[in-house]
């Protein structure tokens, strides 16, 4: 069992940045990948960012590449999302995510705002 708990949403100017933390429970966070979901109003859930379980390996959806930044501390089992040049695009539910084989996990979720 994994729970996870989102920290560091809010509202921020276009041009600015976040970082979104996830605290994850469970003495075998390292064994699973991580990842970052989003939900915008009216739109379906969708992925983000992940890393895998060694943070080797990192994945972004097209629109966010250059500007977020995914990393993980294995040893304070926490997944950082670092988000820069924020659009108001961005704006959405942002989620954590822990997946190993077919089990996932996810959290509560934390609110982040982009103003124009």
């Known amino acids: 069992q994994v729970q996870l708990v989102e920290s560091g949403g809010g509202l921020v100017q276009a041009g600015g940045s976040l970082r979104l933390s996830c605290a994850a429970s469970?003495?075998?966070?390292?064994?699973?990948?991580m990842g970052w979901f989003r939900q915008a109003p009216g739109k379906e859930r969708e992925f983000v960012a992940a890393?895998?379980?060694?943070?080797?390996?990192?994945h972004y959806i097209d629109s966010v590449k250059g500007r977020f930044t995914i990393s993980r501390d294995n040893a304070k089992n926490t997944v950082l999302l670092q988000m820069n040049s924020l659009k108001p695009e961005d704006t959405a539910v942002y989620y954590c995510?822990?997946?190993?084989?077919?089990?996932?996990?996810w959290g509560q979720g934390t609110q982040v705002t982009v103003s124009s």
């Open positions: 995510n822990a997946k190993k084989y077919s089990t996932m996990y």
């Open positions: 469970g003495r075998t966070f390292s064994s699973y990948a």
């Open positions: 890393i895998s379980w060694s943070g080797a390996g990192t």
